[in-house]
């Protein structure tokens, strides 16, 4: 489904030591994944740890300094940050018929759009009278939910988060994801999820990558996942654990 | 915005001023008492009359019907300048802005070149090129002009470049044409809007100094700065003859202005207590 084959990544630094110098900050070091389809991934790792700069890799709008990607079927992608992900000036069908007319030219077939993003808004769960409304006239969630009726529209076969429920309430978060779940089952789609929260991927995901200083550290399946071994996955684990012991 | 831009009192009256203007200035027959190019060499510099309201110039020619007649040149010939201005402006900037590397490279190096030339003399090296004629003003006003607006879109693009909602339309494979016409340009379009309003008062001096240099719109057409130029020859005799164009160019360009700031205020969205 999406295999990545010993990518290299790094930006030109802008405080270099020489006149002219070329010096790069490797971000990403020889990281290789594979998603089999219908697969739910997580990709686990701290600010800086390059885990967005991967997402952006994988969905093609970065393209590394070496190693080889491979990504079957249309991709589409849902941000974290849900204000300045859809264009202020869009209303809501707007938003969703720009996925459409992409898909109209891709797949070379007519789509009633109007029906369409109908059609998709009942998915998501929002109203259908939402189709005039702006962005600014929508919650967080609501947002993100059309955020994601828009990702759906495309018909992909994978959808990237970068990070898509992180700015969300825990309410709404385990509303989002429910739905996720439910939109995953019915188009039988492939994910993979980008966050620094362990929780939403033990609660979501399959198997999880442990992103540490541009390397992969540690994969596992979600049931092994007290069995892990690098410092950094155990730090992370444990944090967390302590939490909840904490509460008790 | 427009209930932002309705509420802002200052704006308001300014578009009323610019309207009334345009309006006069497109129906000038019907306001116009006198035929503009009429000389009348017996009445010539009268004093203000219920006949001449402003006074007839050198030639007995009223001053009035000239001041309307002329609102067609100046007004008109500035916003062509603009039009030309920020059409090529906008074009080279959205490609520099949008596609950076080697056509950012290129046309930012060109508009380097443009802005280090001093403004005042290339107009004029490109009129002397070209030879005096008013479309001859217009496209050298367009060709120094274009290179400022081409590094004000080109930065206001690269701004706008990075969102998430170009990165989303990026991601999913959509044109270049919907991601330039559909997301960018309706972004940067208010701040241009502003930009282009305070400088259509700097057309409009540009014009009118051109042609009281005697470069730009030729006698007999009336247009202000020409007619302030005649009116400079009798400075001394009839200093009332530069009043009525001199005052005109000056609550044209002024209004202008205003509503640029207006403009500014009313499309800024963190400003609330209008």
Redesign the interface.
């Given at each position: 489904m999406i295999t990545l084959d010993k990518i290299n990544v790094g930006f030109r630094k802008e405080n270099t030591t020489k006149l002219f110098g070329k010096e790069k900050k490797q971000v990403l070091f020889d990281v290789s994944m594979h998603v089999n389809q219908g697969e739910c991934i997580g990709l686990l790792g701290e600010s800086g740890s390059g885990k967005s700069t991967l997402g952006r890799i994988i969905?093609?709008?970065l393209k590394p300094d070496s190693g080889t990607i491979n990504v079957t079927g249309?991709?589409?992608?849902v941000?974290q940050?849900y204000t300045?992900?859809?264009?202020p000036?869009?209303t809501v069908s707007q938003i969703i018929k720009?996925?459409l007319?992409?898909r109209e030219?891709?797949q070379g077939i007519k789509i009633e759009k109007e029906e369409e993003v109908q059609h998709l808004l009942e998915l998501v769960g929002l109203p259908k009278d939402f189709v005039t409304r702006y962005p600014h006239e929508l919650s967080g969630g609501q947002l993100q939910r059309v955020c994601i009726a828009?990702a759906v529209a495309?018909q992909?076969k994978t959808i990237l988060f970068d990070e898509a429920i992180s700015s969300l309430d825990a309410h709404t978060q385990v509303q989002i994801m429910d739905l996720l779940l439910k939109i995953k089952k019915q188009f039988n789609l492939t994910y993979v999820f980008i966050t620094h929260d362990l929780t939403s991927v033990t609660y979501f995901c399959d198997r999880v990558l442990f992103l540490y200083q541009g390397r992969v550290v540690e994969e596992k399946k979600v049931t092994d996942l007290a069995r892990v071994e690098h410092d950094y996955a155990k730090s992370l684990l444990y944090s967390i654990v302590d939490i909840r012991s904490n509460e008790k | 915005m427009w209930r932002r831009l309705y509420k802002n009192k200052m704006a308001m009256v300014m578009i009323g001023i610019i309207l009334m203007t345009t309006i006069i200035g497109i129906f000038a027959p019907f306001f116009a008492p006198h035929d503009s190019y009429k000389i009348n060499i017996l009445d010539k510099y009268a004093p203000y009359s219920l006949e001449y309201p402003l006074g007839t110039d050198n030639l007995g020619r009223c001053i009035l019907s000239r001041m309307i007649y002329g609102i067609r040149p100046t007004l008109f010939l500035s916003l062509l300048t603009m039009i030309g201005t920020i059409s090529i402006g906008t074009v080279m900037g959205l490609l520099a802005g949008y596609f950076t590397g080697i056509i950012d490279e290129i046309i930012m190096r060109m508009v380097d070149v443009m802005l280090s030339f001093p403004s005042q003399i290339m107009v004029f090296a490109v009129v002397a090129l070209l030879g005096v004629d008013v479309r001859n003003v217009i496209l050298a006003n367009v060709f120094i002009k274009w290179a400022w607006y081409a590094r004000m879109i080109r930065t206001n693009v690269m701004k706008y470049k990075d969102?998430?909602?170009v990165?989303?339309?990026?991601?999913?494979?959509?044109?270049e044409s919907?991601i330039l016409f559909?997301?960018l340009l309706?972004?940067i379009s208010s701040e241009m809007a502003v930009l282009a309003t305070l400088d259509i008062g700097w057309a409009i001096l540009n014009i009118s100094t051109l042609s009281f240099l005697g470069l730009g719109v030729q006698a007999p057409t009336p247009e202000w700065g020409a007619m302030l130029s005649e009116a400079k020859n009798v400075l001394t005799t009839n200093p009332n003859q530069m009043i009525a164009p001199g005052v005109a160019i000056v609550i044209l360009v002024a209004a202008f202005n205003f509503l640029g700031d207006a403009l500014r205020d009313a499309l800024d969205p963190k400003e609330k207590n209008l």
């Open positions: 969905c093609g709008l249309p991709i589409s992608i941000f940050d300045t992900s859809a264009n000036r869009f720009e996925s007319s992409v030219r891709t828009r495309l992909p | 969102t998430n909602y990165l989303y339309s990026r991601c999913i494979g959509n044109k919907f559909r997301h309706p972004s």
